[in-house]
């Protein structure tokens, strides 16, 4: 799992200021999703990307958080205008396709993000 | 809508010994597979196993095994001859293929590995 980067792995942020996650998929993968992991609990699913298209955003807050997987580069998690409660593990994880129950998703090592 | 429940306490197993973790789950879908994480101080994600519903046989991976219990909606994790590196919270998840494979994870349980 070491394949899916992630950046920073610390991030910290005033109140009001902006954060941006950085998740550089395994190679070959073309399929990205977005966990939060508030304090003592398990991962919340966030959003579900392919390149240049956001597939899933169920789980997606309405306001200042957006997602983008460019065509080029890594996919991007943005969070505006930021808030205590946004503190919190933001994991990015890949998979080379869909649809299939033998797959395996593979994680990022998280970046955490507190708000001070 | 999928669930996963872990309502064990926090766990504690002795060196070389070895402990169940249990997870259940609730589901509609006819297929769905279940997975098990593990989540050090680190705080990295690390799969450790899998198991596919229409799978006729129990996951092993190593000193892991999956006791899967279909008609009782049971997922148990056992690890076999505890080592001080398995202290970690672990995590029981579900995915079901139709929704977009994203996963829907438990609350997690901590195991604590005493020497």
């Known amino acids: 799992n070491a394949g899916v980067m992630q950046n920073p792995r610390h991030l910290v942020r005033r109140r009001g200021q902006e954060a941006r996650l950085r998740c550089s998929p395994m190679?070959?993968?073309?399929?990205v999703y977005w966990y939060r992991q508030l304090p003592e609990e398990g991962l919340k699913f966030m959003v579900y990307?392919?390149?240049?298209?956001?597939?899933?955003e169920s789980g997606m807050p309405k306001e200042r958080f957006s997602a983008e997987f460019p065509k080029e580069g890594p996919s991007i998690l943005r969070i505006q205008q930021v808030v205590r409660g946004d503190s919190a593990a933001y994991f990015c994880a890949s998979s080379p396709r869909v649809g299939s129950g033998r797959h395996t998703i593979y994680f990022g090592e998280g970046s955490w993000l507190t708000v001070v | 809508a999928q669930k996963i429940t872990q309502t064990q306490p926090g766990m504690f197993v002795q060196e070389k010994e070895a402990v169940t973790l249990d997870c259940t789950y609730d589901t509609s879908d006819p297929s769905y597979g279940l997975f098990w994480y593990k989540q050090p101080s680190s705080g990295e994600m690390i799969f450790l196993i899998y198991q596919g519903s229409y799978d006729q046989q129990n996951a092993t991976e190593g000193r892991y095994s999956l006791n899967f219990q279909k008609a009782r909606k049971s997922a148990n994790l056992v690890i076999s001859a505890s080592q001080l590196g398995d202290s970690a919270m672990y995590f029981c998840?579900?995915?079901?293929?139709?929704?977009?494979?994203?996963?829907?994870f438990g609350k997690g349980i901590t195991l604590s590995v005493r020497p």
């Open positions: 990307l392919q390149k240049e298209n956001i597939i899933d």
């Open positions: 998840a579900m995915m079901s293929p139709g929704a977009n494979s994203k996963l829907t």
């Open positions: 190679k070959g993968h073309s399929h």
